[in-house]
């Protein structure tokens, strides 16, 4: 399961479009308290989390979600320069990426399905 937090609604429906066609359930947030609650009830493999919400702390759902779902990873998009140093990975201890909103979403549905595979473990 993937969730989409994004405010830009046309935006996360393409998102969404493009993970259902590889197969992955999703649900969609626009706000953090809708994530919030989202977190509280499903339970996901992927996060995709805009950097910049119109309503609501992007850093506090990844921390609600590192706190409620340890295993969730998280793929940061922006079309901001915060963070373009990489620093982003020190912040949010479940970020597994950090891309540009000008990401084609068969790529960003892409790196969301292979975040989401099982991970093997020693």
Same mark, same amino acid.
């Given at each position: 399961?993937?969730?989409?937090?994004?405010?830009?609604?046309?935006?996360?429906?393409?998102?969404?479009?493009?993970?259902?066609?590889?197969?992955?359930?999703?649900?969609?947030?626009?706000?953090?308290?809708?994530?919030?609650?989202?977190?509280?009830? @499903? =339970?996901?493999?992927?996060?995709?989390? !805009? $950097?910049?919400?119109?309503?609501?702390?992007?850093?506090?759902?990844?921390?609600? /979600?590192?706190?409620?779902?340890?295993?969730?990873?998280?793929?940061?998009?922006?079309?901001?320069?915060?963070?373009?140093?990489?620093?982003?990975?020190?912040?949010?201890?479940?970020?597994?990426?950090? @891309? =540009?909103?000008?990401?084609?979403?068969? !790529? $960003?549905?892409?790196?969301?399905?292979?975040?989401?595979?099982?991970?093997?473990? /020693?």
């Amino acid at each position: 399961m993937v969730l989409i937090v994004e405010s830009n609604a046309t935006l996360a429906a393409l998102w969404q479009r493009h993970l259902e066609r590889l197969g992955r359930r999703v649900l969609v947030a626009q706000t953090d308290e809708d994530a919030y609650t989202l977190l509280r009830e @499903v =339970t996901f493999e992927v996060i995709i989390l !805009d $950097l910049v919400l119109e309503q609501g702390s992007a850093l506090s759902v990844s921390d609600y /979600a590192s706190y409620r779902q340890p295993d969730a990873r998280v793929i940061f998009v922006t079309n901001t320069s915060f963070f373009s140093d990489g620093s982003i990975f020190q912040h949010c201890a479940n970020a597994c990426a950090f @891309v =540009t909103s000008a990401t084609a979403p068969a !790529d $960003l549905a892409a790196m969301a399905d292979h975040y989401g595979q099982p991970r093997l473990t /020693a």
